[in-house]
């Protein structure tokens, strides 16, 4: 389940689910933080009485965490916190807690390569294979971030890039690039959201997002992968270290 679907499922549907998800967030965040660290035993019980939520809040929330590789449960043992190797990095909720946590930068350094690795060839891909309606839509959302960048709107900034980055992936027709759409909308929401980005992109970066949208428009698969690549790339040099100027 995504990080998103598990906010849905704890905003407005009462108290207990609203505890079980701050429960989930914030073992999740002592975890990935290394507050809790590998090795480290947890029981129901503990959990019961540390956050005051009943023995069904206390067992969900393992599941979960379990579920993300965070953490193992064994009888006669208890539950015990894995190792980093073990963690469903992907995971968008994974992702939030250490873009939240003092490993962000690396975190934050390492999912940008990975995009500069991917959405560049996912780019070219596009460019080939796109539908008419993907083609016109990724021109659209580039014209409109444009302003929104301009003015420093970051939010509605965000949700158009995170649109046009998802569109790329999902129209280079190859299932595998596809299925890092969450990921991506992960660390595009993250590093806005945590202050992990400057006030306002710069125009080559707008300028990078107009010349992706109509070299996929165009059909220019190399232009298209050659202009996502100088866009990663920019952004990667762009992001604020935790403790500088524009950081928190």
Known sequence: M???????????????ESKHHSVLDTLGLE?????LEEGRVLTLDTIQ???DVSRTVARETMRLLESKGLVVSRRRVGITVRPTASWQVYDPRVIWWRLAGPGRDSQLRSLTELRIAVEPLAAAAAARH???????????LAT?????GEAGRLDPFNDLDVELHSLVLRASGNEMFAALTDVVAAVLRGRTQLGLMPDRPVPEALDLHEAVALAVADARHQDAEEAMRLLLSEVRDAMVPLGAPGGR
Do not use: D, K, Q
Request: proline fraction near 3%; aromatic fraction near 2%; glycine fraction near 18%.
């Open 2 to 16: 995504g990080m998103n679907s598990e906010h849905n499922r704890g905003n407005g549907t009462g108290n207990g």
């Open 130 to 140: 796109a539908g008419a309606a993907e083609r016109a839509r990724l021109v659209e």
């Open 144 to 148: 409109a971030m444009r302003p929104l």
């Open 49 to 51: 009485e540390r956050f």
């Open 31 to 35: 975890i990935t933080s290394g507050v």
